[in-house]
């Protein structure tokens, strides 16, 4: 067996191989109950040490997709009919039962190992961090995210397209400066109630569209005279709805027949237990006019106020012109630090932490309810 390794990626060489195998696990690749390459024959084949082989397996064991078994060997013990549906959300364990990756990622992240990250980078980026960022951020952060949406979320951007800024809610206030506030916006009925908010405060008018059980009604999208969509399609919160794939084929259609934009809320996609969420609205049209959003307030820490959009190639010349001298809201410390964690392989394995904690706290309730 090969795995292809990019020597001159900045993320070792252990977490791509740990990265190749757990996406060829979850892929169906190597089934449950199968054993994997030997230690020796899969080095040989990469072109790497035992020693690093080694520590790709022991992340897949710590992470629960395999198990090691004395003189045999490593054997996979994922399987998908002991995870959620992909369309499936993290809060819906029963009236009573309630489990949040808010409740749980602070134990996932121990202090000292936050610390530890945050020291290396003093040491390694040293007088870097008092420099003034770039008006969009810093380009170490903005290609470590582009790297990771390519992993994890099937998006192929360049650095170029993301724009760094302070939070979710910072963001939303570019996107209708760029677009104009003379533009009505469309927004989920119900939807969090800071985004009209904001809206509303840079001026615009919002109009509110109601939901079904699949995302924004047909008809309430095609009567709509909004030409801006600001839209969650998953897990849109309040309402816990994902949006199906037919509806957001929908939504693309209706931007395309009217020349408008959409405004992708991608909240929360990180907590699908399966580690595959439904396909982004950018990723289906990445070069539409599609805004694609999303922070590290919650895979992270509540504290990091960092958030970044991507922006279609059809509008950065709208962006340049019409916002483009605002500075980065965002200190190069936390920039650095960022980029550092997704570099490292640890963004991706604590996310797969969380994942596996409310699994096993799920089977204990349903335990418990028998």
Known sequence: MQIAIDSTSKTPVYVQIYSALRSKIIGGAFPHGSKLPSKRKLASDCGVSVATIE???ALLCDEDYCETRQRSGCYVIYSPEYSFPSGDVLHTFGENDTVSADTLHFDDIPFSVFSN??????????????????????????????????????IEAAPEQIIIGSGAEYLYGLCIQMLGRENIIALENPSYEKIKAVYNANGAVCEMLDMDGEGIKTEALKNSKASVLH???FHSYPSD??????????????????????????????????????????SLCPNGNVIYINTFS?????????????????????YSEKIGFYSCTVPMLEQYFLASWINSGDFERNINRIRHKIKKIDCNIKKNTV
């Open 55 to 57: 520590h790709a397996y």
């Open 241 to 282: 709805i994902t949006a199906s794939a037919a509806r957001r084929v929908e939504y693309i259609n209706w931007a395309k027949e009217r020349n408008a934009v959409i405004i992708e809320d991608d909240y929360d996609s990180e907590f699908i237990l399966t580690g595959v969420a439904p396909e982004t609205l950018f």
């Open 231 to 233: 839209v969650t399609p």
């Open 117 to 154: 990250r945050m020291r290396k980078v003093l040491l390694d980026c040293g007088e870097k961090i008092l420099q003034k960022s770039p008006n969009n951020g810093s380009h170490e952060l903005r290609e470590a995210i582009c790297r990771y949406l390519s992993r994890s979320r099937n």
């Open 298 to 318: 919650k895979t992270v820490a509540p504290s990091i106020r960092v958030g970044y959009m991507i922006l279609p190639p059809s509008l950065l010349p709208v």
